[in-house]
């Protein structure tokens, strides 16, 4: 008979998933959602079939996101490490096979980690995210089931 093994990881910090549904390109999204929340969110790479890695965009420290994209993602991705001293943002396309079901009418979601403090109020994130013209809609995914899929 089998021996079953299970592994308990615990995490250090706390995960805000929004989803964000829109048309816009990402880099467009980006710019409205650093006005809407008054963060700076810039380009980072992750590793893409066409070749290497590119530096992220910042002389920033790598941050808890790393240098893989959140979701796996190809392309580019924006993060932000610098606006609130233990909140790290990113903001990324995720394609639809790697969501959840509930999730899949998202294109985008925006990932906040925190560390050590609590997260930022996601009804207040939502309600600053719909004041831009490019986001059509906004959700709190972080209650929906098989979301740690979006984690690196």
């Given at each position: ?53 590119q530096p992220p965009a910042t002389d920033s ?9 959140p979701g796996g993602a190809a392309g580019p ?76």
């Amino acid at each position: 008979m089998a021996r079953k093994v299970y592994i308990e990881q615990s995490f250090d910090y706390q995960l805000l998933v929004i989803g964000i549904a829109s048309t816009e390109r990402v880099w467009k999204l980006c710019h409205e959602v650093n006005r809407a929340l008054g963060i700076s969110l810039q380009e980072s790479r992750s590793e893409h079939p066409g070749g290497p890695a590119q530096p992220p965009a910042t002389d920033s420290p790598e941050g808890l996101f790393g240098q893989e994209a959140p979701g796996g993602a190809a392309g580019p991705y924006y993060e932000d490490h610098s606006s609130h001293p233990e909140w790290e943002y990113a903001l990324a396309a995720l394609p639809a096979a790697r969501l959840p079901r509930e999730a899949r009418a998202f294109r985008y979601a925006l990932l906040v980690r925190c560390a050590g403090t609590a997260a930022p109020d996601p009804d207040d994130l939502i309600a600053r995210l719909s004041t831009a013209p490019a986001v059509l809609s906004a959700m709190d995914l972080s209650q929906v089931k098989n979301i740690k899929s979006l984690l690196p």
